[in-house]
């Protein structure tokens, strides 16, 4: 597969942005019995060239499984963390064999935070064979 010649920085990018789930993480005991929403951006480096070339959704990344997969896996199991959940999603993606490298943005727009704020989230950046030591658990 050509996609692993390509240096990650001339890599083409995915881009999901807003997507919207409904799930019942955080620390506190009403956020994980009442839930709330997430919105979830995700961009992802790839080599399209093959799936351009050929014209072949089979070599390149299907965004809408990706974010159905992604919804299902941010909907899961309960975690305390936004970074945990970011991770997950950040695993999944790369489970994927044409995706080298993975940004994640959580947001948690609802966050218990006690003054008006618009937003607050995390992003993390994961390449291929980097990935937090609990994210293969976390992922499941």
Same mark, same amino acid.
């Given at each position: 597969?050509?996609?692993? @010649?390509?240096?990650?920085?001339?890599?083409?990018? $995915?881009?999901?942005?807003?997507?919207?789930?409904?799930?019942?993480?955080?620390?506190?005991?009403?956020?994980? *019995?009442? !839930?709330?929403?997430? $919105?979830?951006? +995700?961009?992802?480096? +790839?080599?399209?060239? &093959?799936? *351009?070339? !050929?014209?072949?959704?089979?070599?390149?990344?299907?965004? !809408?499984? +990706?974010?159905?997969?992604?919804?299902?896996?941010?909907? =899961?199991?309960?975690?305390? +963390?936004?970074?945990?959940?970011?991770?997950?999603?950040? =695993?999944?993606?790369?489970?994927?064999?044409? *995706?080298?490298?993975?940004?994640?943005?959580?947001?948690?727009?609802?966050? &218990? @935070? &006690?003054?008006?704020?618009?937003?607050?989230?995390?992003?993390?950046?994961?390449?291929?064979?980097?990935?937090?030591?609990?994210?293969?658990?976390?992922?499941?």
């Amino acid at each position: 597969m050509t996609h692993d @010649i390509v240096p990650v920085d001339d890599l083409d990018t $995915l881009t999901l942005t807003g997507l919207e789930v409904f799930a019942h993480h955080g620390v506190f005991d009403f956020e994980r *019995a009442d !839930g709330q929403t997430f $919105l979830l951006d +995700l961009t992802v480096w +790839l080599d399209t060239v &093959p799936a *351009a070339e !050929g014209d072949d959704l089979a070599q390149t990344l299907h965004y !809408g499984e +990706l974010a159905v997969e992604v919804s299902e896996a941010a909907a =899961s199991e309960p975690v305390d +963390l936004i970074e945990t959940l970011a991770e997950r999603i950040a =695993s999944l993606v790369l489970a994927h064999p044409v *995706a080298r490298r993975v940004r994640v943005t959580v947001h948690k727009p609802d966050a &218990p @935070i &006690p003054v008006p704020f618009a937003d607050v989230s995390i992003t993390i950046v994961r390449p291929r064979g980097r990935l937090g030591a609990a994210t293969t658990e976390a992922a499941r």
